[in-house]
């Protein structure tokens, strides 16, 4: 299986204090959102546009864009960002 990159990566907050993480791929977008706790409205989105684009039925900037939303709504995305 081929992965979808995205660019340029969304930074999120790693699970260790400090760490943050970028996120560059649909693949590795799709393991950060199974591990968040709240899954509102973006994250349901960001799912979709995952699958979407792994299924060849939208593109990795696409779920990029969701993924970002949905770190946002998380609370996942660094206050820099």
Not at 34 to 46: D, H, L, P, S, T
């Amino acid at each position: 299986m081929a992965t979808h990159w995205f660019k340029p990566p969304v930074p999120v907050i790693g699970e260790r204090p400090g760490m943050t993480y970028n996120v560059n791929s649909v693949e590795a977008a799709s393991e950060y959102l199974v591990k968040w706790a709240k899954r509102g409205r973006k994250w349901n989105q960001a799912v979709s546009a995952c699958m979407a684009a792994m299924a060849g039925e939208a593109t990795a900037q696409e779920a990029r864009r969701c993924f970002r939303l949905a770190a946002i709504e998380e609370g996942q995305l660094p206050s820099c960002s």
